[in-house]
C-alpha cells in the first residue's frame, strides 16, 4: 500500500510540475489593449467617456486577454451593457519580478491613468492580481509594520499621482496562500529554475503575506480613528468572492479568523462572498444572483456602484461645436445608457452626483443628437416612474434638489432647435411634461421640512419649492409652439391646481399666465380646451380670499370673441360656467355675512357686482339665458344693500345698467327696482 501512495504522489507532482512548466513557458505575445469594442484607458487612441475606470488586475502567469474571458464570455463584454466607467487593464510579470516591483508598476500605470483625468478607480482582481490591489491600497497609508505614514495626507483622492479607490474585488485571492499540492508543485518548478519570484511570497504562512494582512489590520485601525469627513476621503470596500473548498489552489478563507486577524474590515466595508467556483474558472461567467457565481454579485449591486457618476462633459458633450460631430453620438450614447443603468440599481446615489450631467443636457444649448435626448429623457422616465413609487426615495430631499437644479428650470417654448434638448419637438416636450407630473404627484403631500432654497430667511418646506418650481414650469408649456403640449399643460394645471397652497398659485404667477395664454388663443380654441380653463378659473375662484379675487376678475376681463370684446367667462360659451360662479356666491351667501366689514371674503364683493351686471347685460352667455340674467340680478342687489351706501353709490356708478342695457331685458327694472 506505502509503495503505491508513493507513486501516486510522485505521479501527482509530476503533472503539477509539467502544468506549471508549461504555463511559465507561455508566450502572450504583444501588450493587448481590449476585445472587441472596448479599448483599454492606458493604450494608444482610447477614448475617455468617463472619469472613472474599472482596472482589471490577472494573477499569475495570466494576462488581460485570456484571464477575464474573450468577446462575448468575456466581463468586459457582460459588464459594458449600461455601464458608467472606462475600462483598462494591468498586465504584469509574474514570472520574473517579484510582487513588489509589480506593485510598482501598477502604481506607475494608474499614475498616468490619473494624468489622463481619471478620477476614481474600482479594481477587479483574479488571485495574485489581487495581491497587488491590497499591497498597493495599504502602501498608500501605513508602513510595513501597519503604523500609518505621518507624512502622508489623509485624502487619497487629492495627494499627486493617487486616485480614488472605492471598490477592490479580489476573485479567488492567495491571501491565506496556496494550497500543499500547489506548494510542493512551486517547489519542483523552482528546483527547475522556471520562477524564484511571486510564488514564495504566496506560501502559506510567508512572511510577505503576515505582512500585508498586517497593514490591512494597521489600515482599519488608522481608518476608524479618524473623523467621518476624512472616512469619506480613505474608505475603500473590498469584497473577497473565494471558492473556499471548491478552489483547489488558493487556500479558502475563514470568516472568523480573518475578523478577528483585522483584515476582513466590517460589513459596510467588506464582504466574503463564497463563489463555489474552481480557481479557473472564466471570470466573465455570469452565473446566477442566487447562486452568487462571479461576477453576478458585481452586477447585482456590489462592486461597481461603489463608483460615483463621473461623466467627461468637456470631451464627450463639447460646448463650443460649429455643428454636431455625428462621431460622437456613439460616446454619448454610452454615457447616457450608462447613467440611467446605474440609476435603475443605486437611484439615490445617482442623481445629486449627475445633477451637473443633467443641468448640461437638459438646459444647456449646443448642437446635439436627438436620439441621445430622446434615450435620456426615456432612461428617467423609466427610473423616475419605478423608484418614486417607493415613499423612502419620494421623501428624500435629492428628489427635490433634482426639481429645484434641474427641472424646474426647463424651457419647453420653441420647436426645431437643433441646440435645444430634443430639438423642442413635440413627443420629447411632452415625455418631459410627463416627469414633471409625475414629481409633482409624488411630492404633492410630501413635507421634508428644511430652509426654503429661494427666500433664506423664511422657513418652509423643500416639497413646496419643489412644488412651486414644477408649477413654474407647467405654466411655461403653455408657451410650447406645440398644441398637444399646450393641451396637455392646461389640463395638468385644471387637475393640480386645488392641491396648490395659495402661496404656490402666486408666486407660480398661475392666473396671471393662463388668463394671458387663453387671451391669445381665445378664437381659436375648441371647447374642450375651453372647458379645461374655465375649470381651472372657477376652482380658483371657489378659494375665495386674493386668489379667489384675482381669479374672478381674470374671469370679468374683456377678450376678443367673434370680433367684439367681452368678459372671458362669457367667450367660453358655456352655461356651465355662469352656473358654478352662482352655485360659489350661494355656497357664500349660506355660510355667513361674507359682506361685512373683516370678513376675509369681502375683497370679492366689486368682482361679483362687476360679474353679476354683466350677466344681466348679456342675458346669460348666449344672450338669451333670462335665469341667468334674473340671478345675477338678484345676488347684485344683495351685495348693494349689504354694503354701505357710500360703497353702494360708489359700484353703482362703476358699474351702471344703462338704458340700453334695460332694453334687453326691461322686466328687470321693474321687478328690482334698479336704475
Not at 478563507?253 to 480557481?279: F, T, V
Not at 461567467?285 to 452568487?292: C, D, M
Not at 381659436?524 to 376678475?553: H, Y
Request: hydrophobic share 40%; with cysteine; charged share 25%.
Amino acid at each position: 500500500m506505502a509503495h503505491y501512495r508513493k507513486s501516486f504522489i510522485v505521479l501527482f507532482l509530476a503533472l503539477i510540475t509539467g502544468l506549471l512548466i508549461s504555463t511559465a513557458r507561455a508566450d502572450h505575445g504583444p501588450e493587448y489593449c481590449g476585445p472587441t469594442n472596448v479599448k483599454f484607458a492606458h493604450c494608444p487612441g482610447a477614448v475617455q467617456n468617463f472619469k472613472t475606470l474599472v482596472l482589471t488586475i490577472h494573477g499569475w502567469k495570466g494576462d488581460c486577454k485570456t484571464t477575464f474571458g474573450e468577446d462575448e464570455e468575456s466581463l468586459y463584454s457582460l459588464l459594458d451593457r449600461g455601464r458608467f466607467f472606462d475600462w483598462d487593464c494591468f498586465h504584469y510579470d509574474s514570472e520574473s519580478l517579484r510582487i513588489e516591483e509589480n506593485v510598482k508598476r501598477l502604481r506607475k500605470q494608474i499614475a498616468g491613468l490619473k494624468r489622463l483625468g481619471y478620477e476614481d478607480v474600482m479594481i477587479i482582481t483574479h488571485s495574485t492580481g489581487g495581491i497587488l490591489a491590497l499591497h498597493l491600497l495599504v502602501d498608500r497609508f501605513v508602513d510595513p509594520a501597519g503604523k500609518p505614514f505621518s507624512s502622508e495626507s489623509l485624502a487619497p483622492g487629492t495627494r499627486p499621482n493617487k486616485m480614488s479607490i472605492p471598490a477592490i474585488v479580489p476573485w479567488t485571492t492567495p491571501i491565506n496562500g496556496l494550497r500543499w499540492a500547489w506548494t510542493l508543485g512551486e517547489n519542483a518548478l523552482n528546483f527547475f529554475g522556471a520562477t524564484q519570484e511571486t510564488l514564495p511570497d504566496l506560501d502559506s504562512g510567508s512572511e510577505y503575506l503576515r505582512t500585508l494582512k498586517t497593514r490591512l489590520r494597521g489600515f482599519d485601525q488608522y481608518y476608524q480613528s479618524q473623523p467621518a469627513q476624512i472616512q469619506r476621503t480613505m474608505k475603500t470596500n473590498i469584497y473577497f468572492y473565494q471558492g473556499q473548498k471548491d478552489d483547489f489552489v488558493v487556500k479558502g478563507i475563514n470568516r472568523n479568523d480573518a475578523i478577528s486577524e483585522g483584515w476582513l474590515w466590517s460589513p459596510s466595508r467588506g464582504k466574503l462572498i463564497n463563489i463555489e467556483q474552481g480557481h479557473i474558472s472564466n471570470i466573465g461567467n455570469p452565473g446566477a444572483p442566487e447562486a452568487h457565481k462571479y461576477p453576478a454579485e458585481i452586477v447585482e449591486l456590489r462592486g461597481l456602484l461603489e463608483l460615483p457618476i463621473k461623466p467627461n462633459l468637456t470631451e464627450v458633450f463639447p460646448e463650443r461645436l460649429p455643428a454636431y460631430a455625428v462621431s460622437l453620438e456613439p460616446r454619448q450614447l454610452i454615457v447616457v445608457n450608462g447613467l440611467t443603468h446605474y440609476a435603475e440599481r443605486n437611484f439615490r446615489y445617482a442623481i445629486v452626483p449627475a445633477l451637473a450631467f443633467l443641468r448640461r443636457m437638459l438646459l444647456d444649448s449646443f448642437p446635439r443628437s436627438k436620439k441621445v435626448d430622446n434615450d435620456l429623457i426615456d432612461g428617467l422616465l423609466k427610473v423616475f416612474e419605478r423608484e418614486l413609487t417607493d415613499p423612502v426615495v419620494a421623501n428624500h430631499g435629492y428628489v427635490v434638489q433634482f426639481v429645484n437644479e434641474v427641472l424646474g428650470r426647463y424651457n419647453p417654448s420653441g420647436g426645431g432647435d437643433l441646440q435645444s434638448v430634443g430639438h423642442r419637438s413635440n413627443s420629447f416636450v411632452q415625455k418631459v411634461l410627463k416627469l414633471v407630473k409625475k414629481i409633482d404627484e409624488v411630492l404633492k403631500g410630501r413635507q421634508i421640512v428644511a430652509p426654503t432654497l429661494m427666500v433664506p430667511s423664511v422657513m418652509t418646506t423643500q416639497t413646496e419649492v419643489a412644488r412651486l418650481k414644477l408649477a413654474m414650469t407647467l405654466a411655461k408649456f403653455l408657451e410650447s409652439s406645440h398644441g398637444p403640449v399646450q393641451f396637455a399643460a392646461i389640463d395638468t394645471l385644471q387637475e393640480r391646481v386645488n392641491s396648490y397652497s395659495g402661496k404656490i398659485i402666486k408666486d407660480a404667477d398661475l392666473v396671471s399666465k393662463m388668463a394671458t395664454y387663453y387671451e391669445s388663443k381665445s378664437n381659436k380654441l375648441t371647447a374642450i380646451p375651453k372647458q379645461l380653463i374655465s375649470s381651472f378659473f372657477v376652482k380658483l375662484v371657489g378659494r375665495k380670499g386674493d386668489i379667489g379675487k384675482t381669479a374672478l376678475e381674470a374671469l370679468n376681463k374683456n377678450v376678443s370673441f367673434s370680433g367684439k370684446k367681452v368678459p372671458m367667462w362669457k367667450s367660453f360659451q358655456d352655461k356651465a360656467v355662469t352656473i358654478n360662479l352662482f352655485a360659489l356666491q350661494d355656497r357664500e351667501l349660506n355660510e355667513g355675512r361674507w359682506w361685512e366689514t373683516g370678513s376675509t371674503q369681502r375683497t370679492m364683493l366689486e368682482p361679483w357686482i362687476r360679474f353679476n351686471t354683466n350677466t344681466m347685460r348679456y342675458v346669460g352667455v348666449h344672450g338669451n339665458d333670462s335665469s341667468a340674467a334674473r340671478t345675477g340680478a338678484e345676488f347684485r342687489n344683495i351685495i348693494l344693500e349689504a354694503v354701505p351706501s357710500t360703497l353702494k353709490s360708489q359700484w353703482l356708478n362703476k358699474y351702471p345698467l344703462t338704458g340700453e342695457d334695460l332694453k334687453k331685458y326691461p322686466g328687470l327694472s321693474k321687478e328690482f327696482g334698479m336704475r
